[in-house]
């Protein structure tokens, strides 16, 4: 098994990436035994909602102190080897862009392994996700605050 190491667009390794553990349960299989391809959006989600709860902007929160909360408007994967059920998994995220009224966010999906008392990760699946700023009442675009751009895009 290869060892990966995760990163950004360009490869670089990120100091500023978000990791999360996800375990791999029965319900996030198909009939062959291996994740649904979907699932992987609902483990970036999860990663992502965390990534934003360890910055202190739980999205209840930012709904109820701002009228806004972030919405998926795109999201590009890439598929290169299954997960199976009981792997651990480790979900990365991390803002590659952040615009005026949209983040985008780059992430992954990781075997986490260990044999000999060398740990390893290999790509599993990765992925671009843009998240758009919108006003929860109306579902109209808009600027993201300041205070919450400044968090994400210093962490």
């Known amino acids: 098994m290869a060892d990966t190491q995760t990163a950004g667009a360009d490869n670089a390794p990120n100091a500023n990436l978000f990791q999360w553990p996800v375990r791999v349960y029965w319900e996030d299989t198909d009939a062959g035994g291996i994740v649904f391809y979907a699932n992987y959006l609902k483990?970036?989600?999860?990663?992502?909602?965390?990534?934003?709860?360890?910055?202190?902007?739980?999205?209840?929160?930012?709904?109820?102190?701002?009228?806004?909360?972030?919405?998926?408007?795109?999201?590009?994967?890439?598929?290169?080897?299954?997960?199976?059920?009981?792997?651990?998994l480790i979900v990365t995220a991390c803002t590659l862009k952040a615009g005026r009224a949209s983040l985008l966010i780059a992430q992954q999906a990781l075997l986490k392994t260990e044999a000999a008392g060398v740990q390893s990760a290999t790509l599993l699946c990765e992925g671009t996700i843009r998240i758009g700023w919108v006003q929860a009442a109306s579902m109209q675009p808009t600027r993201i605050p300041a205070s919450i751009l400044a968090s994400l895009t210093t962490s």
């Open 43 to 88: 483990f970036f989600e999860r990663a992502r909602t965390e990534w934003l709860r360890s910055l202190g902007l739980g999205q209840q929160r930012l709904k109820d102190e701002t009228g806004g909360m972030f919405v998926v408007t795109d999201a590009q994967l890439h598929y290169h080897r299954p997960a199976r059920l009981d792997d651990a």
